[in-house]
């Protein structure tokens, strides 16, 4: 793996972990609006819609992008939508799962603190640093004080949750790799472009209906707020962010959105965290700041 694009000045790894905590905000609150949308609009309106808006906007922003496109880049933008797709397809079924709750499934879908080291040193070869392999082992045990030690173990929303984080691991290092030698802003495009034809054509193919009351504003903000904030932003200030940071760097810093999503999920839905929870989230705030010093 080129090491050299991570060589970049203070500034540029500040600039590369605000983006990336800027997106992890907008996810945490996802996970809100998604877990009370769901009984409003239909989980297939709610995949497509979600990716619909966003393609519409970043090709009135960035439509002119497209005409350097070649396949090279077309196959990576489908690869990424697929990844993309299929994470957030599980992480919102287990949204939907009354045994889990949606800070649960925020700190399951942050496993891939550790799972994305791993991968990368399977994959390319590359061993994280002491630092980040400590921040990994505080990480683990947070993650565990979070979701393992809640009321009825682990259920099928956990689960549920955990393939999706998975996918997010995989998604990570696609990133990684992608970014490398193609632009940030046409790959965001084309991810948002691709899974919404894997959303559309599921859609079609579960036989449910595809009508949808864009009037109630009950269907209307969660479409906005996830199609708009959580999947144009949101996605957009990642791939920029992962551009200057290493990608066991990036994964840390993206598993503060289980910390947004609890504490969101905790204010908002009346969720209820209990002091050995409260410890977890330290711990994984502590990882965070850790790896950062990589």
Not at 2 to 7: F, G, I, P, Q, W
């Amino acid at each position: 793996m080129n090491m050299d694009k991570y060589n970049g000045t203070l500034k540029n790894r500040l600039f590369g972990s605000a983006e990336i905590l800027i997106a992890t905000a907008l996810w945490g609150y996802g996970y809100v609006v998604i877990r009370n949308s769901l009984d409003s609009v239909s989980f297939y309106a709610l995949m497509t819609g979600r990716y619909l808006i966003s393609s519409v906007l970043l090709l009135i922003f960035l439509g002119k992008r497209l005409r350097g496109v070649n396949r090279r880049i077309l196959a990576e933008g489908a690869v990424l939508g697929a990844l993309l797709y299929i994470s957030q397809y599980f992480q919102t079924t287990a949204l939907a799962q009354p045994d889990t709750t949606a800070g649960r499934v925020a700190f399951i879908t942050a496993l891939y603190v550790v799972l994305v080291p791993l991968l990368s040193c399977v994959i390319f070869h590359r061993k994280p640093g002491k630092l980040c392999i400590f921040a990994i082992c505080l990480a683990v045990p947070g993650l565990f004080l979070l979701v393992g030690t809640g009321k009825g173990g682990i259920g099928t929303g956990d689960f549920l949750a955990l393939i999706g984080s998975v996918g997010f691991s995989a998604h990570i290092l696609a990133v990684d790799r992608f970014t490398e030698k193609d632009d940030v802003l046409t790959l965001t495009m084309l991810q948002s472009i691709s899974a919404t034809l894997y959303a559309g054509i599921i859609w079609l193919l579960s036989g449910n209906s595809l009508a949808v009351n864009f009037a109630d504003p009950r269907v209307l903000f969660p479409l906005i707020y996830l199609g708009a904030f959580s999947t144009m932003i949101g996605f957009l200030m990642q791939l920029l962010g992962q551009k200057r940071l290493p990608p066991e760097i990036s994964a840390m810093l993206l598993s503060t959105e289980s910390v947004f999503g609890m504490l969101f999920s905790v204010m908002l839905l009346q969720e209820s965290l209990t002091i050995i929870q409260i410890a977890g989230c330290f711990l994984m705030l502590a990882a965070v700041l850790l790896a950062e010093r990589e």
